[in-house]
C-alpha cells in the first residue's frame, strides 16, 4: 500500500445531465454553460491535493485502472467541481452512477461521457465543435448544469439530482448517487 501511495505522491510531484430533448432547454442555463465552456487548480495548497488524490486514487482504482489516467481524471473532477462551487465527492459519485468512469459511454437516450451530459447542450450553446468524450469538456457541461439544479432548487440536492437525471418527482437516481457517495467517496471534512 505504501509503495503505490509513493508512486502516486511522485505522480502528483511531477504533474504539476441529461435531458429529456432540447425542448426542455432553459436560457438560464444555457447562459451558464457558455459562460462555463469560455472559463477555465482548485487546490489550496500541495498536501491538501496530494491527500486528497491519493484517497480518491485509492477509492477508483478498480474502475480506472491506469494510475496517470486516473490522476487526470481526479484533478479535473476537484477543478472543475470547485470552479462550479460542489463537493468533488458528490461529483465523483455522479460520475459513478451515471458512467462507472466511462469517459467514453453513450446512454441509450445519447447522453455522452463521464457525467453523461446530452448533446443537444452543445447546439444550445453555440459550440457544436465540443466533444463530450473529452473529459474536461464533460466535466464543465456536467458540473455546470448540476451545480444549475442545486440553484434552481434552493439547495435541495435530492431534487437537483433528480433533475439532473431527467426524473424530476422520483428519488430512486438520487438515492443511487448518495448510496455511491455514502460507499465509496464520503469525506469527513
Request: hydrophobic share 40%.
Amino acid at each position: 500500500m505504501w509503495r503505490s501511495l509513493i508512486l502516486v505522491a511522485g505522480l502528483l510531484v511531477g504533474a504539476g445531465p441529461v435531458l429529456a430533448n432540447s425542448t426542455d432547454s432553459d436560457p438560464e442555463l444555457r447562459a451558464e454553460l457558455k459562460a462555463a465552456a469560455r472559463s477555465a487548480g482548485s487546490f489550496t495548497d500541495r498536501f491538501e491535493a496530494e491527500v486528497w488524490l491519493v484517497d480518491m486514487s485509492q477509492r477508483i482504482q478498480d474502475w480506472v485502472g491506469d494510475t496517470g489516467e486516473r490522476m487526470r481524471i481526479l484533478k479535473l473532477v476537484h477543478r472543475e467541481a470547485t470552479r462550479a462551487g460542489l463537493e468533488p465527492e458528490l461529483v465523483l459519485s455522479v460520475i459513478h452512477v451515471e458512467s462507472l468512469f466511462n469517459r467514453f459511454a453513450i446512454s441509450s437516450a445519447g447522453a455522452q461521457g463521464l457525467m453523461q451530459v446530452m448533446p443537444f447542450w452543445k447546439r444550445e450553446i453555440g459550440r457544436q465543435g465540443d466533444n463530450l468524450t473529452r473529459i474536461e469538456t464533460n466535466l464543465r457541461y456536467g458540473t455546470t448544469i448540476l451545480k444549475h439544479y442545486l440553484e434552481r432548487e434552493d439547495g435541495d440536492l435530492i431534487r437537483a439530482l433528480a433533475r439532473y437525471n431527467g426524473s424530476l418527482g422520483q428519488t430512486w437516481y438520487p438515492e443511487r448517487v448518495m448510496k455511491a457517495w455514502d460507499a465509496h467517496y464520503f469525506v469527513d471534512h
